[in-house]
């Protein structure tokens, strides 16, 4: 996968205290805090991929929560979220997680490989050598990012925090149905 395009930190210091402060309840809390985990992944997964421009479709399905949430901290204090793209090759043998970068943000000039642009130009326009006039755009104006995570981020940021902010209720509620 590559380098993690969100992350997300959520502080689960509390749900731990109070998974101790009550005989029973640590695996009720952790379970309701995996289910928030692939909730807010999934969430945002679906926010991100209609964004996400379509070539082939490969960047869109390689949008991922591949990894959910991982533990931070001595004690377990925090969850570590990353959403990004998989290693899915494209049909010119360029791994999504690489070219993610380059449609996720702004690139300055530079001259661009020239078989994935190939492949869009027969897409796009129905002629290869349209590519060639691509890359002599790409390396005299770059390109504009589409920031689909940034923006799939900026939509769901607040459910996530809403997410979240429900496990103590859920988590004691389950334990109340169980006690």
């Given at each position: 996968m590559s380098e993690p395009i969100i992350e997300i930190h959520i502080d689960v210091s509390e749900l731990?205290?109070?998974?101790?402060?009550?005989?029973?309840?640590?695996?009720?809390?952790?379970?309701?805090?995996?289910?928030?985990?692939?909730e807010s992944g999934m969430l945002l997964t679906g926010l991100i991929a209609p964004l996400t421009p379509v070539n082939y479709g490969l960047l869109r399905s390689a949008?991922?929560?591949?990894?959910?949430?991982?533990?931070?901290?001595?004690?377990?204090?925090?969850?570590?979220?990353?959403?990004?793209?998989?290693e899915i090759a494209s049909p010119a043998g360029t791994a999504t997680s690489i070219y993610v970068d380059f449609v996720e943000n702004d690139t300055s000039p530079h001259w661009a490989p020239i078989n994935p642009l190939k492949l869009y130009a027969i897409r796009k326009w129905?002629?290869?050598?349209?590519?060639?006039?691509?890359?002599?755009?790409i390396?005299?104006?770059?390109?504009?990012?589409k920031h689909m995570?940034?923006?799939?981020?900026?939509?769901?940021?607040?459910k996530i925090q809403e997410i979240w902010q429900k496990v103590p209720v859920k988590a004691v509620q389950q334990f109340e149905r169980i006690a």
């Open positions: 731990l205290r109070l998974a101790e402060a009550i005989p029973g309840m640590s695996r009720i809390i952790y379970d309701e805090m995996r289910k928030a985990g692939e949008i991922q929560w591949p990894l959910g949430y991982e533990s931070q901290g001595n004690n377990i204090d925090a969850f570590r979220g990353i959403v990004g793209a998989s129905g002629d290869e050598k349209a590519a060639y006039a691509l890359q002599a755009h390396a005299r104006h770059g390109t504009k990012g995570f940034e923006k799939g981020w900026k939509a769901g940021q607040g």
